[in-house]
Every structure is written in structure tokens, then in C-alpha cells.
């Protein structure tokens, strides 16, 4: 059974940072690329990252480029997202999805429950 | 980077039919494939149909997807509606460079 779990969300002051985990099991995990996608309390979903089987690609939501980093390790079978700068629109539920294809962000067939991050003084 | 446009809410009654669209504003709609994800409240999304017209197994062939060049969209159809039905839909496309997804649609079944 494939299985996504995210961890690191809480509360950050603006300009904070926080390093978010996804633990991925029951796949190959070097087999898949994947992404991050967030979801503003009761808006739409937003792709925010996304990183191919072997990290070689990524890439980034144009509201995250230069303040956020996504990489993988395969041999911890862990995705991460590392953020910095952390603003208040950048509060939201953060799910680990994992894309069907190699790439990173074409086809989103599983999702973690999510890990929820709020920026806040 | 190409947007991706539904309307807000939809509403129809059990039983019936109802179409959602996702009308992308720039480049071809079948340039990439077009995803349909289902939400409902305090659940993480579920893939009702992916690659333009594809249904995921275990999803009822209630669910169908197409895409239609000449209005550059693609659309969900739901047909013989079910109280259970009712969710958040998106649609989701992508290109080199990055993933989008639509504002989403709420359908109410009443």
C-alpha cells in the first residue's frame, strides 16, 4: 500500500523558516517523481514544488522561486521541502504528492494527508 | 506560465447530468494531458479521471473527461448524480516547467 506522510509543519513567524518531510512507502520511491502542493485554509489547491525520480529537475511555483528548495533523498525513501522567508500568505496544508510519471508534476495519483504550516507574529 | 479557469459552484439534482469546465488560457489544452481531482471536505484529493479521459479503477464509468480545442477547455461530465457526488473539483494540467491547477468547482447535489 502506497503510503505518503508529512511531517515538520507549526507555527513560524514572517521571515521564519521550517524544513517539511514526506516518508513515502509500499513503491519504489526512485522510480517516481514528486511534488508539493498546498492548500490555503478554505481556498484551492496550488502546486508549489516538484522534483524528478533522480533530482536532477525541480521545479517552482512562481510564489515560492528563490525562497523555497525541494530535493530528495532516495535512499531514506524521504521527499523535503526546505522554506525560508516565510510570509503569511504561505499558510496553508502542505500534502506530498507523488507523480505517476518519472518528472515531478505531470500526474498526481497519490497524496499524503497533508502537514499543516501557519506564519503568524 | 498558462492559467487554468472553472466556474465556482455547480449544482444539480440526483439523477441527473452536470458538466464541469476547465478552459486554460494560453497554449493548446492538448498540448498536456488534463487531471480531474475529486476533494471532499477534510480529505486529501482523488483522481477521477487523469490523461484527458482516463478513469482511475475503482472510479464508476459515471465519470468521463474530454478535452475540446476549439474553446481551448476540458470538461468533467458526472452523469446519473449521487448525494455522494458532492465535492470540490479540479482540473490540473501542466508543462515543462511547472504544474497548475484550476480554482476548483463546488457541486452541490440537491
Known amino acids: 500500500e502506497v503510503q505518503l506522510v508529512e511531517s515538520g509543519g507549526g507555527v513560524v513567524r514572517p521571515g521564519g523558516s521550517l524544513r517539511l518531510s514526506c516518508a513515502a512507502s509500499?513503491?519504489?520511491?526512485?522510480?517516481?517523481?514528486m511534488s508539493w502542493v498546498r492548500q490555503a485554509p478554505g481556498k484551492g489547491l496550488e502546486w508549489v514544488s516538484g522534483?524528478?525520480?533522480?533530482?536532477?529537475?525541480?521545479g517552482y511555483a512562481d510564489s515560492v522561486k528563490g525562497r523555497f528548495t525541494i530535493s530528495r533523498d532516495n535512499a531514506k525513501n524521504s521527499l523535503y521541502l526546505q522554506m525560508n522567508s516565510l510570509r503569511a500568505e504561505d499558510t496553508a496544508l502542505y500534502h506530498c504528492a507523488r507523480d505517476s510519471y518519472s518528472s515531478g508534476w505531470r500526474y498526481f495519483d497519490y497524496w499524503g494527508q497533508g502537514t499543516l504550516v501557519t506564519v503568524s507574529s | 506560465n498558462f492559467m487554468l479557469t472553472q466556474p465556482h459552484s455547480v449544482s444539480e439534482s440526483p439523477g441527473k447530468t452536470v458538466t464541469i469546465s476547465c478552459t486554460r488560457s494560453s497554449g493548446s489544452i492538448a498540448s498536456n494531458y488534463v487531471q480531474w481531482y475529486q476533494q471532499r471536505p477534510g480529505s486529501s484529493p482523488t483522481t477521477v479521471i487523469y490523461?484527458?479521459?482516463?478513469?482511475p479503477s475503482g472510479v464508476p464509468d459515471r465519470f468521463s473527461g474530454s478535452i475540446d480545442s476549439s474553446s481551448n477547455s476540458a470538461s468533467l461530465t458526472i452523469s446519473g448524480l449521487k448525494t455522494e457526488d458532492e465535492a470540490d473539483y479540479y482540473c490540473q494540467s501542466y508543462d515543462s516547467s511547472n504544474a497548475v491547477f484550476g480554482g476548483g468547482t463546488q457541486l452541490t447535489v440537491l
Open positions: 490523461e484527458d479521459n482516463q478513469r
Open positions: 509500499g513503491f519504489t520511491f526512485d522510480d517516481y517523481g
Open positions: 522534483i524528478n525520480w533522480n533530482g536532477g529537475s525541480t
